[in-house]
């Protein structure tokens, strides 16, 4: 964590403070992996981060609070998911290849961050603005960035010009996150782990250049 770390009434945290405020993000961030998101308490977080109430109090004003702020990290990570498609090729063997390195960083991305992800998504899907915000920061850098690919296939007269760079992108994103946030579920289908990766890569590979991989 960077910068100065205030309280909730404005005062700039010690190291000390600062020290515990990350051990309450922590233990909470813990807890969502195992609870449901209304079921977390203030007294269960402090208690778990061996702290009162009152001091959780002195650093968010609730549970969803701190929540936010574990979110505003994971969303500053997610920017990086953009290092598998600026710059790269998606010519012969070097698309495929980064196909497959889009979809395991995707994948690697949402296992990583799985809790916190299923809360974000819910408050954006009951309309908090703030979740959706969080949830599209971490969604259209890639989406921009898959947008720019297409572009420069269509300039390059590999890619037919009808097709909508942007709705092409969002559309492989949006499939690339529901995939990704349904990982245990294929498993029910019979659909291994390393067999989905594969599949899953062929689309976008795919929905990207409208031809099969080099392999």
């Avoid at 390195?101 to 991305?109: K, M, P, R, S």
């Avoid at 819910?122 to 850098?141: C, P, T, V």
């Avoid at 760079?165 to 949006?174: D, F, H, K, N």
């Avoid at 349904?182 to 929905?207: D, I, M, R, T, Y």
Wanted: proline share 3%; net charge positive; with cysteine.
């Amino acid at each position: 964590m960077t910068g100065q770390v205030r309280t909730v009434d404005g005062r700039v945290a010690g190291r000390r403070g600062q020290a515990t405020r990350q051990k309450l993000l922590d233990c909470l961030s813990e807890m969502l992996s195992s609870s449901p998101y209304r079921d977390v308490k203030v007294i269960d977080v402090a208690r778990r981060a061996g702290t009162s109430p009152a001091t959780f109090y002195q650093y968010f004003p609730d549970v969803e609070g701190a929540v936010l702020e574990i979110a505003e990290e994971m969303a500053k990570e997610g920017a990086s998911l953009t290092e598998f498609v600026a710059g790269r090729s998606w010519v012969g063997r070097s698309g495929w290849q980064t196909a497959e390195e889009l979809v395991d960083g995707f994948l690697a991305f949402w296992r990583k961050h799985d809790a916190i992800l299923r809360v974000v998504d819910l408050g954006a899907a009951e309309g908090d603005k703030r979740f959706y915000k969080i949830r599209m920061k971490i969604l259209n850098a890639v989406t921009n960035s898959l947008t720019d690919s297409v572009k420069e296939l269509q300039a390059k007269n590999k890619v037919d010009k009808d097709v909508n760079p942007a709705a092409v992108a969002g559309a492989l994103v949006a499939m690339l996150a529901a995939v990704a946030s349904h990982q245990k579920g294929f498993q029910s289908w019979g659909v291994k782990q390393a067999e989905l990766k594969p599949n899953l890569a062929l689309l976008v590979h795919l929905g990207i250049t409208g031809k099969k991989p080099t392999k």
